[in-house]
């Protein structure tokens, strides 16, 4: 069990970043359980979490919640788990830049922004964990959810950079993959679709009214087949972090296990048609 370590957690509203704030807690690390909202961080403390805003998107918001972090801590951060990510469903064609510009915000600038910020002072430990939730659309593509993949694919190169470039100085870069995970994430989507995507005026309208609408605004829960709580994410998450040798990547949800053995063996033809079930 960890004892005396901090780690600094961003996205902890709900989901997956709240399962492990609390975990990890319960097992003895310091736990900044950051959120991006000032309402979300006084529930957090209302818990007993210590918490503050860290925004993602916010250059000048994130670089002083990265000071916060390092004061709060002596200057010592132990481990960084960036989780904190959101989506923009629709088809790539009717997406607009600034979508993308805000996705790439959070998803991916930010994340290496705090990375950046806080490895100077895993250097001086000698030691420290990097851990990045990215997804199974980190390894395979699927349609409407380009933005979402196309950060998710750039989350994976940059760390794969990442750990070969920390190699030997005792700090991990590590990739974690969920698939189907039981959060208000879809949910937490449809103010980015709202804002950006015209679906009535989409070449695509008859593919949103079928499904894509159906399935973004369904009322209660709608589980998908092979979905998992939090819970399950947090476990591999627990071995990223207090394994002596940590994996530098962990599939999460059969759907991620498949998906990372079909890219290795199936050509991109087949591959495609297995994505758009055909």
């Not at 509203?13 to 900044?32: E, F, K, N, P, Q």
């Not at 790539?92 to 830049?97: A, I, S, T």
């Not at 490895?119 to 699927?142: D, H, K, T």
């Not at 950060?151 to 470039?165: I, M, N, P, S, V």
Request: a positive charge; one cysteine or more; aromatic letters at 6%.
């Amino acid at each position: 069990m960890a004892s005396d370590r901090s780690v600094l957690v961003t996205g902890c509203s709900s989901g997956i970043g709240l399962d492990a704030a609390r975990t990890l807690r319960a097992r003895g690390w310091r736990v900044l359980a950051t959120c991006r909202k000032p309402a979300d961080c006084a529930r957090r403390v209302a818990e007993g979490l210590e918490s503050f805003p860290l925004d993602l998107a916010d250059e000048a918001n994130l670089a002083a919640a990265a000071a916060e972090a390092l004061a709060r801590t002596g200057g010592r951060i132990d481990a960084l788990v960036n989780n904190g990510a959101f989506a923009i469903p629709g088809a790539v064609e009717d997406l607009p830049r600034a979508a993308f510009r805000s996705i790439f915000e959070t998803n991916l600038f930010g994340q290496l922004d705090l990375t950046n910020r806080l490895l100077p002072a895993m250097r001086a430990a000698g030691q420290g964990r990097v851990v990045m939730i990215s997804s199974v659309l980190g390894l395979v593509a699927a349609p409407w959810r380009g933005a979402y993949v196309a950060t998710k694919f750039a989350l994976e190169g940059a760390t794969d950079a990442l750990r070969l470039e920390l190699a030997g100085s005792g700090i991990h870069a590590i990739l974690i993959e969920p698939g189907p995970i039981g959060t208000p994430f879809r949910r937490n989507s449809i103010p980015h679709f709202e804002r950006h995507v015209d679906w009535q005026a989409s070449p695509h309208r008859a593919a949103y009214e079928e499904s894509l609408l159906a399935r973004l605004y369904a009322p209660g829960t709608r589980r998908d087949r092979f979905e998992l709580p939090p819970a399950a994410v947090t476990a591999r998450l627990l071995h990223a972090l207090e394994s002596p040798r940590p994996r530098p990547r962990y599939h999460v949800t059969a759907p991620t296990r498949a998906a990372g053995l079909l890219r290795r063996l199936l050509p991109t033809r087949a591959l495609d048609a297995v994505v758009r079930g055909r």
